[in-house]
């Protein structure tokens, strides 16, 4: 499967934004979908993954209560939405597949398949 992330831009603090990861490929019902992020100066971090159904989820505890994850197997696509954005959040945004499993995982070495990456840029 071939991932491409799309959807960062600049926005203030407060605002939001929606990340799109769509897949080219076959089976993408098939893989798990995680989101991570690279910020300037540190190592990438797990943001949230979603189940080949949806119906299951894992985030990053501090950012269940401002980011969203949902997909659309018929239109091969991942959302993340993110709300209440801070600076903090400033970082590459990537969404990464795997599809060897069933459980949904946060750990960066289980996705084989990764995204370009889009920034996301948070202003004071």
């Known amino acids: 499967v071939q991932l491409r992330a799309f959807g960062g831009g600049l926005v203030h603090a407060g605002g939001f934004l929606s990340l799109s990861c769509a897949a080219s490929?076959?089976?993408?019902?098939?893989?798990?979908i995680g989101w991570y992020r690279k910020a300037p100066g540190k190592v990438r971090e797990f943001v949230v993954a979603?189940?080949?159904?949806?119906?299951?989820?894992v985030y990053a505890d501090s950012l269940q209560d401002r980011f969203t994850i949902s997909r659309d197997n018929a239109k091969n696509t991942v959302y993340l939405q993110m709300n209440s954005l801070k600076p903090e959040d400033t970082a590459v945004y990537y969404c990464?597949?795997?599809?060897?499993?069933?459980?949904?995982?946060?750990?960066?070495?289980?996705?084989?398949?990764w995204g370009q990456g889009t920034q996301v840029t948070v202003s004071s």
């Open positions: 490929g076959r089976s993408f019902s098939s893989y798990i």
């Open positions: 990464a597949a795997y599809d060897y499993s069933d459980y949904v995982s946060r750990t960066e070495g289980r996705y084989d398949h």
């Open positions: 979603i189940s080949q159904s949806g119906n299951s989820t």
